[in-house]
Nanobody, 118 residues
């Protein structure tokens, strides 16, 4: 069974930094794109950043310039480095990955809370 496990969330003051990690585990052939989404209270889940297996990155406008997505393929892990955090960044952050088992599937982590205080 494939699982994505996030870590690194928490409480931080505005202007601070955090790094989120997400590791994929289980039996699979390969991982294609990985990325991070977030969902603030009362809002829909939205894209944060993605990275392909080859390292090509995309960023949503609200976070562009303040976050960096990276991955270590050998560790099946994706990271999200966030800086200059704002209260508006407060949300549950979800890891996502496209993983190849006997089929091509979309997998989600359980979410990690990031709270930015003003």
């Amino acid at each position: 069974q494939v699982q994505l496990v996030e870590s690194g969330g928490g409480l931080v003051q505005a202007g601070g930094s955090l790094r989120l990690s997400c590791e994929a585990s289980g039996r699979f052939f390969s991982i294609n794109a990985m990325g991070w989404y977030r969902q603030a209270p009362g809002k829909q889940r939205e894209l944060g950043a993605t990275i392909t297996s080859g390292g090509i990155t995309t960023y949503a406008d609200p976070v562009k310039g303040r976050v960096t997505v990276s991955r270590e393929n050998a560790k099946n892990t994706v990271y999200l480095r966030m800086s200059s955090l704002k209260p508006a960044d407060t949300a549950v952050y979800y890891c996502h990955a496209v993983i190849i088992t006997t089929y091509r599937g979309n997998y989600w982590g359980q979410g990690t809370q990031v709270t930015v205080s003003s």
